[in-house]
């Protein structure tokens, strides 16, 4: 089986979908081959438990998708997507029952952090005023391939000299030191610290501000939305708007190369498909390089830096069916979309450590999903769809024993909250680090941001030392997946830079363009 085409797209998860998007728009002529049996990568849907509860496999809320210029540009509303948001963003309950709440209403989310300290609630104002000031350039900066030149300008000339720094500074610090430099009391940074745990930074780790900043800040401006319906509509969408060139059950096992270039693909019936322009990956950077490529194409020092490559913490995750809404006690829970808990702020920290010396946490700091309660159409009317996430140390071997004992953890710790809890569930099913990773190839170990977020695996570095962006060393193969900058999150910016790099690699300067890439790159590589 052979195909031509101008540009192949490996994997169709919402990066791979973005660049196809970008390309067809461009003109070009572009194939999708995915190896799983439906599209979407991390962006599924399916009815898990019983029938009539959707549940989304994997990823579920998408503050950076509301918010993405990439995202938003598809105006995928015209293709069916509808976001639908919470009464309250995110709750994080304390062991002792309280709750800091945020919510898109400004003046309760400034009154509940205010209950926590004398003062917070001006300066949560006070940060949220300066998220405003900095959103649409700071936004497209982080977005953009790295240095993101214009936007960076621009952003300096709203900051200043002066206010660039003191933003760099705070992207810099760790929660706890830009917590106790803001807020007199424990609860604003609760927030900032559980949205920073979204990745596998805990609150004393440098650079964690930035991520939970960012995330607390698109919460307040445009909350945690979902796809009605289920994370899937947003793939669903994607795809129609695509047309039909994605091709499912299709899985790539190796990139073409001769003379430095990348030819097309192969598919494991031995199928080829020739590419005229480029091929764009969808995968994590080792999986690209190492496995679809071969060290034989790419520089001694490159495949050297990707055994040092880092990933993040591995993921337990339990979805359930319930018959009714979780009975909080924290009443500032019920509303909420995102519910955290599993301890205060030094109880995170004791997590993160335990994760980081390779211990279990003996208490896991918890993620949970009220999907109902964001959406109706996710359940049987008077019912909820939950899940919850916790992280544990990579490399540890799950039996199928041990992933129920740490449901009944999960479950024991959201019933000291919510009394009744367990009596409303009808079914439930975990998923360990292995199942995780068998059902989707991309989350290799249970990671499920394709590399650590920690800052010496970011920007330049990401996803090793090099140019930070979508280009490799084989002409005209791009990194497409969210190892590339700026890493993980369903943004789509790893998909659009692939795209317009691929774009310029095949415009009226594109010859120049390769060697200006080459000549780079050998300076590192």
């Known amino acids: 089986m052979s195909d031509v085409v101008d540009a192949v797209v490996i994997g169709s998860g919402p990066n791979g979908l973005v660049a196809a998007n970008l390309l067809a728009d461009a003109g070009w002529d572009v194939l999708v081959l995915e190896a799983a049996d439906e599209p979407g990568g991390a962006v599924r849907t399916a009815e898990l438990t019983e029938p009539g509860f959707r549940h989304d496999l994997f990823s579920a809320f998408y503050p950076l998708g509301a918010a993405s210029p990439v995202i938003t540009g598809l ?15 995110l709750a994080h309950v304390l062991p002792d029952d309280r709750a800091v709440v945020l919510s898109q209403d400004l003046d309760r989310t400034a009154a509940s952090v205010e209950s926590f300290g004398a003062g917070d609630g001006d300066a949560w104002r006070a940060e949220f005023d300066r998220w405003r000031q900095v959103r649409g350039h700071l936004v497209e900066a982080l977005m953009r391939p790295f240095p993101p030149v214009r936007a960076g300008a621009a952003l300096a000339g709203v900051l200043g000299v002066g206010g660039g720094l003191r933003l760099a500074r705070s992207f ?19 927030l900032f610290a559980g949205n920073a745990m979204h990745t596998d930074l805990g609150p004393d780790q440098a650079g964690g501000m930035a991520f939970g900043w960012l995330l607390s800040m698109l919460g307040q401006d445009v909350g945690f939305p979902v796809p009605e319906g289920g994370a899937g509509a947003l793939t ?31 598919d494991a019936d031995g199928g080829f498909v020739r590419a005229r322009k480029a091929v764009l990956a969808d995968v994590p ?34 979805d359930w069916a319930l018959d009714g809404p979780i009975p909080w006690t924290a009443v ?3 509303g909420a979309g995102t519910v955290h808990l599993g301890g205060d702020f030094n109880g995170l920290a004791f997590t993160t450590t335990e994760i980081a010396c390779g211990q279990v946490p003996s208490t896991p700091f918890v993620i949970m999903g009220q999907m109902t309660t964001t959406d109706p159409t996710r359940s049987p009317a008077g019912t909820e769809t ?19 004992r740490r449901a009944d953890q999960v479950e024991e710790l959201v019933e000291r909250h919510a009394p009744g809890f367990r009596d409303l569930v009808r079914a439930r099913i975990v998923h360990g680090p292995a199942d995780l990773e068998t059902r989707n190839h991309s989350l290799i170990g249970g990671s499920i941001n394709s590399g650590t977020a920690s800052i010496h695996q970011q920007l330049i570095f990401r996803p090793v030392p090099g140019l930070g962006r979508s280009d490799t060393p084989v002409d005209r193969l791009f990194l497409a997946g969210a190892s590339a900058h700026p890493g993980g ?13 691929a774009l310029a690699r095949n415009g009226l300067a594109g010859d120049a363009y390769r060697l200006l890439i080459r000549s780079l790159s050998r300076r590192f590589h």
């Open 332 to 334: 500032g829970a019920r």
């Open 172 to 190: 810099l610090q760790s929660v706890r030191s830009f917590g106790d430099e803001r807020f007199s009391g424990e609860g604003a940074p609760l």
């Open 285 to 318: 950077a080792p999986t690209l390089y190492l496995g679809l490529v071969g060290s034989e194409h790419l520089p001694p020092r490159l495949v050297a830096d990707l055994g040092k490559f880092e990933w993040d913490d591995a993921t337990v995750k339990v």
């Open 386 to 404: 939950a899940w919850a996430y916790t992280h544990v140390p990579r490399g540890e071997r799950w039996s199928a024993d041990q992933l129920q």
């Open 489 to 501: 999150g369903v943004h789509g910016a790893p998909g659009a830079n692939a795209a317009r790099a």
């Open 75 to 89: 105006d995928l509303e015209r293709h069916g997507l509808r976001w639908r948001r919470a009464p309250d963003v």
């Open 236 to 266: 669903g969408a994607m795809v129609r708007r695509l047309g039909g060139v994605v091709r499912c059950g299709r899985p790539v096992t190796q990139v073409i190369v001769s003379g430095g270039r990348a030819l097309g693909v192969r």
